[in-house]
Protein backbone atom coordinates (compact mmCIF):
# COMPACT_ATOMS: atom_id res chain seq x y z
CA UNK A 1 0.00 0.00 0.00
CA UNK A 2 1.22 3.14 -1.08
CA UNK A 3 2.03 5.43 2.13
CA UNK A 4 0.79 9.20 0.33
CA UNK A 5 0.20 11.13 3.82
CA UNK A 6 2.19 11.09 7.01
CA UNK A 7 3.33 13.61 9.91
CA UNK A 8 6.71 12.96 10.70
CA UNK A 9 9.95 15.35 13.40
CA UNK A 10 13.16 15.79 11.91
CA UNK A 11 16.21 17.50 13.96
CA UNK A 12 19.48 18.51 12.86
CA UNK A 13 22.14 17.26 14.52
CA UNK A 14 23.41 19.38 17.79
CA UNK A 15 27.01 20.76 17.27
CA UNK A 16 29.67 19.31 19.68
CA UNK A 17 31.36 21.52 22.53
CA UNK A 18 34.44 23.40 22.03
CA UNK A 19 36.67 22.01 24.50
CA UNK A 20 39.33 23.34 27.56
CA UNK A 21 42.54 22.17 26.79
CA UNK A 22 46.44 23.26 27.29
CA UNK A 23 49.58 22.10 25.37
CA UNK A 24 51.55 20.43 27.85
CA UNK A 25 55.07 20.71 26.04
CA UNK A 26 57.41 22.85 27.79
CA UNK A 27 58.12 26.86 26.55
CA UNK A 28 54.92 25.84 24.41
CA UNK A 29 51.98 26.72 26.75
CA UNK A 30 48.96 27.94 25.60
CA UNK A 31 45.25 26.82 24.92
CA UNK A 32 45.16 24.49 22.36
CA UNK A 33 41.00 23.57 23.15
CA UNK A 34 39.60 22.83 19.86
CA UNK A 35 36.07 23.84 18.13
CA UNK A 36 33.29 21.58 17.93
CA UNK A 37 32.31 19.97 14.90
CA UNK A 38 28.97 21.25 13.00
CA UNK A 39 25.58 19.50 13.61
CA UNK A 40 24.65 17.50 10.17
CA UNK A 41 21.73 18.81 7.91
CA UNK A 42 18.94 16.97 7.14
CA UNK A 43 17.80 17.22 3.35
CA UNK A 44 14.91 15.83 1.06
CA UNK A 45 15.19 14.46 -2.31
CA UNK A 46 13.52 13.71 -4.93
CA UNK A 47 13.05 10.06 -6.25
CA UNK A 48 10.90 7.77 -8.40
CA UNK A 49 9.55 5.74 -6.33
CA UNK A 50 6.25 5.76 -5.86
CA UNK A 51 6.83 4.10 -2.43
CA UNK A 52 9.62 5.65 -0.97
CA UNK A 53 7.03 7.29 1.42
CA UNK A 54 7.23 4.03 3.49
CA UNK A 55 9.65 4.21 4.86
CA UNK A 56 7.99 6.54 8.18
CA UNK A 57 5.20 4.44 8.45
CA UNK A 58 6.63 3.61 11.63
CA UNK A 59 9.71 5.54 11.88
CA UNK A 60 8.35 9.30 12.45
CA UNK A 61 11.37 10.68 14.87
CA UNK A 62 14.90 11.30 12.19
CA UNK A 63 17.43 13.19 12.96
CA UNK A 64 20.93 14.24 11.46
CA UNK A 65 24.23 12.98 13.42
CA UNK A 66 25.64 15.38 16.18
CA UNK A 67 29.20 16.88 15.55
CA UNK A 68 31.93 15.67 17.91
CA UNK A 69 32.95 17.46 20.55
CA UNK A 70 36.62 19.62 20.17
CA UNK A 71 40.03 17.76 20.65
CA UNK A 72 43.38 19.16 22.23
CA UNK A 73 46.18 20.42 19.99
CA UNK A 74 43.70 22.53 18.08
CA UNK A 75 41.83 19.48 16.66
CA UNK A 76 38.22 20.16 15.51
CA UNK A 77 35.31 17.93 16.19
CA UNK A 78 34.50 16.07 12.97
CA UNK A 79 31.38 17.30 11.66
CA UNK A 80 27.99 15.43 12.17
CA UNK A 81 26.84 13.38 8.96
CA UNK A 82 24.13 14.56 6.97
CA UNK A 83 20.33 13.17 6.68
CA UNK A 84 18.94 12.63 3.09
CA UNK A 85 15.57 11.33 2.79
CA UNK A 86 14.00 9.69 0.15
CA UNK A 87 10.38 11.11 -0.93
CA UNK A 88 8.68 10.16 -4.24
CA UNK A 89 8.50 13.34 -7.09
CA UNK A 90 5.06 15.08 -6.46
CA UNK A 91 5.97 15.21 -2.69
CA UNK A 92 4.51 18.33 -0.98
CA UNK A 93 6.36 19.50 2.27
CA UNK A 94 4.24 21.45 4.66
CA UNK A 95 6.67 22.55 7.45
CA UNK A 96 4.18 22.59 10.65
CA UNK A 97 6.29 25.26 12.77
CA UNK A 98 7.58 27.84 10.02
CA UNK A 99 4.38 27.17 8.05
CA UNK A 100 6.56 27.04 4.80
CA UNK A 101 5.77 24.50 1.71
CA UNK A 102 8.22 23.03 -0.21
CA UNK A 103 7.41 21.42 -3.49
CA UNK A 104 9.78 18.39 -4.90
CA UNK A 105 9.19 18.50 -8.49
CA UNK A 106 12.47 16.77 -10.08
CA UNK A 107 13.67 13.56 -9.69
CA UNK A 108 17.08 14.71 -8.29
CA UNK A 109 15.76 17.47 -6.51
CA UNK A 110 17.46 18.47 -3.37
CA UNK A 111 16.22 20.76 -0.67
CA UNK A 112 17.76 22.02 3.20
CA UNK A 113 14.78 21.39 5.55
CA UNK A 114 16.64 21.35 8.97
CA UNK A 115 19.92 22.83 9.50
CA UNK A 116 22.89 21.43 12.14
CA UNK A 117 23.64 23.50 15.04
CA UNK A 118 27.04 25.28 14.96
CA UNK A 119 29.89 24.18 16.99
CA UNK A 120 31.07 25.52 19.77
CA UNK A 121 34.19 27.59 20.18
CA UNK A 122 37.20 26.30 22.45
CA UNK A 123 39.21 27.64 24.51
CA UNK A 124 42.07 28.39 21.56
CA UNK A 125 39.37 31.02 20.70
CA UNK A 126 39.27 32.73 23.48
CA UNK A 127 42.65 33.88 24.21
CA UNK A 128 43.96 37.28 24.31
CA UNK A 129 46.46 39.61 25.19
CA UNK A 130 44.43 39.85 28.72
CA UNK A 131 43.58 36.27 28.70
CA UNK A 132 46.56 34.09 27.90
CA UNK A 133 45.39 31.08 29.88
CA UNK A 134 41.62 31.20 28.62
CA UNK A 135 39.62 28.38 30.40
CA UNK A 136 36.38 29.19 28.88
CA UNK A 137 34.89 27.59 26.06
CA UNK A 138 31.72 27.12 24.03
CA UNK A 139 28.28 24.50 23.74
CA UNK A 140 27.14 23.29 20.50
CA UNK A 141 24.13 24.93 19.38
CA UNK A 142 21.49 22.70 18.72
CA UNK A 143 19.90 21.46 15.37
CA UNK A 144 16.68 22.74 14.14
CA UNK A 145 14.17 20.28 15.02
CA UNK A 146 10.07 20.53 12.97
CA UNK A 147 7.12 18.36 12.71
CA UNK A 148 6.48 17.53 8.96
CA UNK A 149 3.43 17.30 6.90
CA UNK A 150 4.55 15.14 3.73
CA UNK A 151 1.82 14.51 1.59
CA UNK A 152 2.24 12.70 -2.29
CA UNK A 153 0.47 14.22 -5.33
CA UNK A 154 1.75 12.40 -8.02
CA UNK A 155 3.65 14.17 -11.14
CA UNK A 156 2.96 12.29 -14.53
CA UNK A 157 2.89 13.48 -18.34
CA UNK A 158 -0.18 11.51 -18.98
CA UNK A 159 -2.57 9.96 -17.13
CA UNK A 160 -4.73 6.81 -17.32
CA UNK A 161 -8.47 7.37 -16.16
CA UNK A 162 -11.37 5.88 -16.27
CA UNK A 163 -13.78 3.28 -14.79
CA UNK A 164 -12.52 0.25 -12.95
CA UNK A 165 -11.56 -3.07 -15.30
CA UNK A 166 -11.43 -0.69 -18.72
CA UNK A 167 -8.19 -2.26 -19.34
CA UNK A 168 -5.72 0.65 -17.96
CA UNK A 169 -3.42 -1.62 -16.26
CA UNK A 170 -3.07 -3.86 -19.22
CA UNK A 171 -2.38 -0.83 -21.72
CA UNK A 172 0.35 0.70 -19.48
CA UNK A 173 2.02 -2.97 -19.32
CA UNK A 174 1.82 -2.90 -22.93
CA UNK A 175 3.73 0.53 -23.48
CA UNK A 176 5.95 0.43 -20.67
CA UNK A 177 8.09 -2.45 -18.70
CA UNK A 178 5.42 -1.71 -15.63
CA UNK A 179 4.36 -4.90 -14.08
CA UNK A 180 0.93 -3.67 -13.05
CA UNK A 181 -1.50 -6.36 -11.38
CA UNK A 182 -4.40 -7.44 -14.48
CA UNK A 183 -7.15 -9.52 -13.58
CA UNK A 184 -10.84 -9.58 -14.69
CA UNK A 185 -12.38 -7.61 -11.72
CA UNK A 186 -13.09 -4.26 -10.27
CA UNK A 187 -10.49 -2.33 -8.62
CA UNK A 188 -7.68 -4.44 -9.50
CA UNK A 189 -5.72 -1.41 -9.39
CA UNK A 190 -5.71 -0.22 -5.52
CA UNK A 191 -2.74 2.35 -6.04
CA UNK A 192 -1.20 4.18 -9.03
CA UNK A 193 1.30 2.64 -10.98
CA UNK A 194 4.05 4.42 -12.98
CA UNK A 195 5.88 3.50 -16.17
CA UNK A 196 8.00 5.21 -18.24
CA UNK A 197 7.53 5.59 -22.09
CA UNK A 198 10.94 7.20 -23.48
CA UNK A 199 10.55 10.75 -21.91
CA UNK A 200 6.82 10.52 -20.49
CA UNK A 201 5.85 9.30 -17.28
CA UNK A 202 2.41 7.47 -17.33
CA UNK A 203 0.38 6.70 -14.58
CA UNK A 204 -2.75 4.11 -14.10
CA UNK A 205 -4.77 5.47 -11.52
CA UNK A 206 -6.90 3.42 -10.11
CA UNK A 207 -10.55 3.24 -11.14
CA UNK A 208 -13.08 6.08 -10.11
CA UNK A 209 -16.49 5.23 -9.62
CA UNK A 210 -19.91 7.38 -9.34
CA UNK A 211 -19.66 9.44 -6.05
CA UNK A 212 -15.99 9.15 -5.92
CA UNK A 213 -15.19 13.03 -5.41
CA UNK A 214 -17.15 12.73 -1.89
CA UNK A 215 -15.31 9.39 -0.93
CA UNK A 216 -17.03 6.38 -2.62
CA UNK A 217 -14.99 3.57 -3.40
CA UNK A 218 -11.44 4.45 -3.38
CA UNK A 219 -12.68 8.02 -3.69
CA UNK A 220 -10.77 11.06 -2.96
CA UNK A 221 -7.29 9.20 -2.01
CA UNK A 222 -6.59 8.81 -6.02
CA UNK A 223 -8.25 11.48 -7.21
CA UNK A 224 -5.54 14.08 -5.58
CA UNK A 225 -3.07 12.19 -7.69
CA UNK A 226 -4.52 13.40 -11.25
CA UNK A 227 -4.59 16.98 -10.58
CA UNK A 228 -0.79 17.43 -11.76
CA UNK A 229 -1.33 14.81 -14.59
CA UNK A 230 -0.73 17.11 -17.38
CA UNK A 231 -2.98 14.91 -20.31
CA UNK A 232 -5.51 12.42 -19.58
CA UNK A 233 -6.06 8.84 -22.12
CA UNK A 234 -9.66 8.74 -21.03
CA UNK A 235 -10.56 4.71 -21.42
CA UNK A 236 -14.01 3.60 -22.08
CA UNK A 237 -15.00 0.13 -22.57
CA UNK A 238 -16.24 -1.30 -25.75
CA UNK A 239 -18.11 -4.15 -23.57
CA UNK A 240 -19.84 -2.07 -21.31
CA UNK A 241 -23.70 -1.48 -21.34
CA UNK A 242 -23.37 2.16 -21.41
CA UNK A 243 -20.05 3.69 -22.74
CA UNK A 244 -21.38 7.01 -23.08
CA UNK A 245 -22.77 7.18 -19.31
CA UNK A 246 -19.38 5.42 -18.65
CA UNK A 247 -17.63 8.37 -19.74
CA UNK A 248 -20.13 11.13 -18.34
CA UNK A 249 -19.44 9.62 -15.25
CA UNK A 250 -15.72 9.91 -14.94
CA UNK A 251 -16.15 13.41 -15.99
CA UNK A 252 -18.54 14.08 -13.59
CA UNK A 253 -15.99 12.75 -10.63
CA UNK A 254 -13.19 15.22 -12.09
CA UNK A 255 -15.46 18.07 -11.85
CA UNK A 256 -17.08 17.33 -8.82
CA UNK A 257 -13.51 16.86 -7.21
CA UNK A 258 -12.07 20.05 -9.10
CA UNK A 259 -13.47 21.75 -12.36
CA UNK A 260 -10.18 22.62 -13.32
CA UNK A 261 -9.34 19.39 -14.45
CA UNK A 262 -11.96 19.25 -17.25
CA UNK A 263 -9.27 22.03 -18.66
CA UNK A 264 -6.88 19.37 -19.24
CA UNK A 265 -5.81 17.75 -22.72
CA UNK A 266 -7.95 14.58 -22.94
CA UNK A 267 -7.96 11.69 -25.51
CA UNK A 268 -10.59 9.41 -25.30
CA UNK A 269 -9.76 5.61 -26.55
CA UNK A 270 -12.34 2.82 -26.70
CA UNK A 271 -10.98 -0.48 -24.95
CA UNK A 272 -11.43 -3.69 -25.24
CA UNK A 273 -12.49 -3.46 -28.83
CA UNK A 274 -11.33 -7.49 -29.81
CA UNK A 275 -14.78 -8.42 -27.32
CA UNK A 276 -17.21 -6.66 -29.21
CA UNK A 277 -18.17 -6.93 -32.81
CA UNK A 278 -17.50 -4.38 -35.25
CA UNK A 279 -21.37 -3.31 -35.47
CA UNK A 280 -20.94 -2.53 -31.90
CA UNK A 281 -17.97 -0.40 -32.33
CA UNK A 282 -19.84 1.78 -35.13
CA UNK A 283 -22.43 2.16 -32.86
CA UNK A 284 -20.32 2.98 -29.99
CA UNK A 285 -18.55 5.75 -32.71
CA UNK A 286 -21.69 7.32 -33.49
CA UNK A 287 -23.10 7.40 -30.08
CA UNK A 288 -19.72 9.78 -29.29
CA UNK A 289 -19.80 11.76 -32.51
CA UNK A 290 -23.26 12.96 -31.62
CA UNK A 291 -21.78 14.62 -28.46
CA UNK A 292 -18.56 15.95 -30.19
CA UNK A 293 -16.38 13.46 -28.88
CA UNK A 294 -13.67 11.85 -31.22
CA UNK A 295 -13.05 8.40 -29.66
CA UNK A 296 -10.35 6.06 -30.96
CA UNK A 297 -10.37 1.88 -31.08
CA UNK A 298 -7.79 0.15 -28.96
CA UNK A 299 -6.96 -3.35 -28.20
CA UNK A 300 -3.62 -4.66 -26.50
CA UNK A 301 -4.17 -7.77 -28.91
CA UNK A 302 -4.26 -5.74 -31.89
CA UNK A 303 -0.73 -3.80 -32.61
CA UNK A 304 -2.17 -1.12 -35.09
CA UNK A 305 -3.61 0.29 -32.17
CA UNK A 306 -1.13 -0.08 -30.48
CA UNK A 307 0.94 1.92 -32.99
CA UNK A 308 -1.69 4.59 -32.86
CA UNK A 309 -1.31 5.20 -29.37
CA UNK A 310 2.39 5.52 -29.56
CA UNK A 311 2.04 8.10 -32.18
CA UNK A 312 -0.09 10.16 -29.72
CA UNK A 313 2.61 9.69 -26.89
CA UNK A 314 5.32 10.48 -29.67
CA UNK A 315 3.61 13.64 -30.42
CA UNK A 316 3.85 14.23 -26.94
CA UNK A 317 6.92 14.43 -25.99
CA UNK A 318 7.50 16.78 -29.44
CA UNK A 319 5.39 18.95 -27.38
CA UNK A 320 6.86 18.77 -24.15
CA UNK A 321 10.57 19.44 -26.17
CA UNK A 322 9.07 22.38 -27.74
Not at 13 to 35: A, E, Q, Y
Not at 65 to 82: A, I, P, R, S, W
Not at 120 to 134: A, D, I, L, V, W
Not at 191 to 217: C, H, Q, R, T, W
Given at each position: MIIDDVIISVRGGNGGDGVVRFNKTKMSLGPTGGDGG???????????????????RFKKELEAQNG??????????????????????????????????????????????????????????????????????????????????????MIADVGFIGLPNVGKSSLLNELTNASAKVANYPFTTL????????????????????????????????????????VFFHLVAADSADPLQDYATVRAELEGYNPALLEKQEYLFLSKTDTVSKEKVKEIFAEFKKIGK????????????????????????????V
Amino acid sequence: MIIDDVIISVRGGNGGDGVVRFNKTKMSLGPTGGDGGKGGDVYMKGVSDLNALRQFRFKKELEAQNGQMGKMQLNDGHDGEDLILLVPVGTIIHNLVTKKTIEITKIGQIELVAKGGRGGKGNFKFRGPTNTTPRQSEKGKNGEDFKMHLELKMIADVGFIGLPNVGKSSLLNELTNASAKVANYPFTTLEPNLGVYFELILADIPGLIEGASVGKGLGIKFLKHVERTRVFFHLVAADSADPLQDYATVRAELEGYNPALLEKQEYLFLSKTDTVSKEKVKEIFAEFKKIGKKIEPISIIDGESLEMVKKVLNHLINQKTV
